[in-house]
């Protein structure tokens, strides 16, 4: 647990929570009771009402029941397994493509079954695909849920329904400890007494609570929680501040001797961006305080060489470099670079990730602390205690919105030096608005790389209904013959890695009987670390042409080679995610490059106009903006996950309108109330402190 944490009520003290499933609970960032209690939902399902089959609309989520006619496993190109409905008014086929033996065997003709889904057009009439649902006998009485049901960010192996109800649980622990009894707000709009009856109302919205209020986060409950988050990030963003002023940075003033030897060896001249940011870095490194600069730059802009750059100046003045990545992937990937490029320079890079043998890790960590290595590379197994550097004089880390603050921070201590503080460089491709770092985003300077090398052409975009699947199919094998390179990204199926592994595994056998003249490779989330490696390195290679994988490749993945991907199901990403996607391709200079979006129909109006955002143009900061539009209220998961931050609840373009208010209850508690502060920021970005402990 992090330190100086006053309560401490583990979430084992939960009916039902053991080890195993409170291991399973640290990756959703839930150690203690309270932790469970502040997970919520990102969105909500109304299961309170049956809908007749013969009069239920297509395209909306709702709940349907009736009998089982028929369930059999048939083959049409791949494996599903087909259930026959029928309620009295109407007929609805249950398909499922990924499926055990022991599901099929419970969905016995004769038997009831209610399904919560969206219905869609099949080729026998109304259909729905992977529904939820409940099997029970012909006359056995099944209740009807009489609240709205909140759906929670989960991971693999646990349950909607195990963990709505340990949330359950912890929320009536948490009214038996008194504990979230503390109201601190001076005015209070929505008539909840303090912080529990909110988050419980939150939890369990009775049926007629507005859906609409709720999805676009406009309900009292949720502006009061939405508000003391943002209280807490300012605090916490005003705490970095001050920390840093109080520092001194490490001394990193001559400017690095070996520049020119690295820029001679790149094979490319810096664009004129990335010049001028590259002056702003250095114009950073004379000063006395630590630099905290964010780099903005959008995809493919190259932000990896600017991040050389500093590198190197560190090591010139004899300091180390910290450099963490989000993912093995890129960490790897950068290595390869930086090593390529520094080695001839004898300066030496060095790569730890959480899974290196307990023999390199010794010898990296030793390397380390004698300041025989340089640069040390890695995903957040840099954050651990025993990486201990010798002297750092600056960290980075690339695709900062996979890291909280806190994370920022513990990287920071790293220093060992309470009065001095390394230089720190954050690089995203996420455009952040310039009010938003200001206030909420901790107060860094910002830089931005505007311009992309040049001779890169736009990546041209299309879409196409899944009905033309096979013409795809053979389009890409007329590419790859033709000693180009390809990705097939299959994209999420539920929330859950497993079926998305699964459906990308299911595509990789379809993809190489079909095409056996093209070499195809297979990458998803859950493969080892080895295995995926080797797969994109052959990629990289060209050993293989086509590349099935997962959106695991999302982030940073280099290989200029590539110039066609598909993107299967688009219409289940957002925007920032697409366009992510989009820019592992468009890499090599005059070179087209093409992005297919293959869309299963009907589409929504959102999905429809997304899709065409991306047909029209490339411009990250133009699709950032439209991104933002289109949620409108809504999709904080969304948002969460493409990062703008690490956010439990509030949206700081959403919510806009309580920004001021939030700014000036920050400032009154900072003055005031320094222990108020502290258990704020706690509460909501303190969970993340200690993922280095876990
Ligand atoms: P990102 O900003 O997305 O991290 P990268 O740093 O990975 O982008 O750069 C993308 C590609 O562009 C790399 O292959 C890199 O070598 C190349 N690149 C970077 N800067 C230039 C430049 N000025 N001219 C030509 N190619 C460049
Ligand atoms: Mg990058």
Known sequence: MPEGKEKNHPIQNIRGVGPKIADTLSNLGIYQ??????????????????????????????????????????????RMLITEIFDGTGRLTMRMFHFAFAQHKNLKEGHRIRCFGTIRHGPKGKEMIHPQYQVFSKDEEVEIEDHLTPIYPSTSNLQQGRLRKLIQGSIIYCQKNNLLKENWETEDEGGF???????????????????????SGQHPAQRKLI?????????????????TELRKSPLMQSASRQENLLLGSLGFELTNAQTRVWDEIKQDFEKETPMRRLLQ????SGKTVIAALATLQASDNSLQTAFMC????????????????????????????GSTKAKDRKRILSDLQSGKTQVLLGTHALFQKDVIFKS????????????????????????GDKEKSPHQLIMTATPIPRTLSMTVYGALD??????????????????????????????????????????????????????????AEELFKEISKEVPKVKTGLVHGRLKKEEKDKVINRFRKGDIQLLVCTTVIEVGVDVPEATLMIIENPERLGLAQLHQLRGRVGRKADTDSHCLLLFREPLSELAKERISTMENTNDG??????????????????????????????????????????????????????????????????????????
């Not at 093995?328 to 890079?349: C, P």
Request: charged share 25%; with cysteine; aromatic share 6%.
């Open 326 to 353: 989000p993912t093995e992937i890129l960490a790897e990937q950068h290595y390869e670079n930086m090593t390529q490029w520094f080695t001839d320079l004898g300066i030496k890079v060095d790569l730890l990730l």
């Open 227 to 243: 508000k003391e988050e943002l209280v807490a990030h300012i605090l916490c963003s005003g705490m970095l501040k001050r920390e």
């Open 193 to 215: 007494k303090d912080l529990l009856s909110a988050l419980t109302f939150i939890h369990n919205p009775p049926t007629e609570t507005s859906l609409e209020l709720l999805s």
């Open 446 to 503: 910002t830089s931005i790389i505007d311009e992309l090398p040049p001779g890169r052409r736009p990546v041209e975009t299309t879409s196409r209904p899944n009905s033309m699947r096979s013409k795809v199919i053979k389009r890409i094998e007329e590419v790859c013959l033709d000693g180009q390179r390809v990705y097939w990204v299959c994209t999420l199926i539920e929330d859950s890695d497993e079926l998305e592994a699964q459906a």
């Open 33 to 78: 009771v309270e932790d469970a209690v502040f997970h919520l939902p990102y969105k909500y399902e109304d299961r309170t009402n049956l809908t007749p089959i013969g009069d239920a609309p297509y395209e909306t989520p709702l709940l349907v029941e009736g009998e089982i006619v028929k369930s059999t496993v048939v083959f049409r190109g791949r």
């Open 297 to 300: 730059g959008d995809v493919g």
């Open 621 to 694: 900061f133009v699709i950032a903006e439209k991104d933002l539009e289109l949620r409108g209220g809504g999709d904080i998961h969304g948002l969460r996950q493409s990062g703008l931050m690490n956010l439990k609840i509030a949206n700081p373009i959403r919510d806009s309108d309580l920004l001021e208010s939030a700014q000036q209850e920050a400032l009154l508690i900072a003055k005031t109330n320094e222990l108020q502060a502290r258990s704020l920021i706690n509460r909501w970005i303190g969970a993340r402190l200690d993922y280095s402990d876990s």
């Open 392 to 415: 750092v004089g600056l960290t980075i880390i690339d695709e900062q919105h996979r890291f909280g603050v806190h994370q920022r921070f513990t990287l920071l201590e790293k220093g």
